[in-house]
């Protein structure tokens, strides 16, 4: 019986680690529009104005309030950034900060859309040290934000890579160092800080960036951090219920042992 208590342990521990079960969550790539994604929490790259935007900023507006030229001016998004204070610049979150609201008329589970502002390097910040910290910032305090809002899924866009990131004939390794600043800047907050979020992305639309990312993830293995490449389908069904049965084979197994073992253990008489 005690072959069997081992080997039970021993497809328990296989069967966690088949269903990617990690101290820290896993951080994945996937490909598709963010405002789609099932995240709890999805970040938008916004500008320091929050005001709405174009591209994903836009897309994001569009999600979570419909069309302006519908509603009016001012949908449930706009109000709700419009209500944090602005310093005389007229910005409500300067680079490298990030600020949460409600998700409003977003669908799939999203609850949250984060805030987040990257650094304007291609017009702003040309200091590559600077860059690096407030773009990591930008990551990282929106992950703070999701912790303090008990969120355990985000999905991040590509911060800084459209209309702020420099002339790509000019710099045209930036976009690898925006990435690899991204994917540092994830794994080190859930690595340091006693954090609740399970799971994060980066949803990327570009071709171009979706395969950047998993070209760079590749490159980091860390404990208890799983990082899943090209996935977004995760494991198919087949696969789930075969970890479930194996895991449910082993559990028993144990529970099996238990009981016999107390069944044959010897009776002491009581003393004459």
């Not at 710099?171 to 799971?199: C, D, H, K, S, W």
């Amino acid at each position: 019986m005690n072959k069997v208590c081992l080997i039970s342990l021993i497809v328990l521990a296989y069967s966690l680690e088949a269903f990617n079960v990690g101290t820290h969550g896993s951080v994945s790539v996937q490909r598709g529009s963010i405002q789609t994604r099932t995240s709890q929490a999805i970040v938008n790259a916004a500008n320091p104005s929050l005001a709405r935007g174009t591209g994903i900023c836009g897309a994001i507006y569009q999600a979570a309030e419909g069309n302006p030229a519908v509603q009016g001016a001012r949908g449930p998004l706009t109000a709700a950034c419009l209500a944090f204070p602005a310093d005389a610049q007229g910005e409500r979150c300067p680079a490298g900060e990030a600020k949460i609201t409600p998700s409003f008329n977003i669908q799939g589970g999203v609850t949250h859309i984060i805030h987040a502002v990257g650094p304007q390097c291609g017009t702003v910040v040309f200091d590559t040290a600077q860059r690096k910290r407030l773009l990591a910032a930008a990551y990282k305090n929106s992950l703070k934000r999701a912790d303090e809002n008990n969120l355990t899924s985000v999905s991040f866009p590509f911060i800084s890579s459209g209309r702020f990131a420099p002339d790509p004939t000019v710099e045209p390794n930036f976009l690898e160092f925006a990435a690899r600043t991204a994917i540092e800047a994830v794994i080190e907050y859930m690595e340091q800080t006693n954090t609740g979020i399970r799971r994060i992305e980066f949803a990327l639309v570009n071709q171009r960036d979706f395969d950047l990312f998993n070209q760079l993830l590749q490159q980091y293995s860390t404990d208890g951090i799983t990082v899943k490449l090209n996935s977004g389908k995760g494991k198919p069904q087949w696969q789930r219920l075969a970890v479930g049965a194996l895991i449910g084979t082993s559990i028993f197994a144990g529970l099996l042992w238990l009981v016999t073992r107390q069944k044959n253990s010897p009776t002491r008489s009581p003393n004459p």
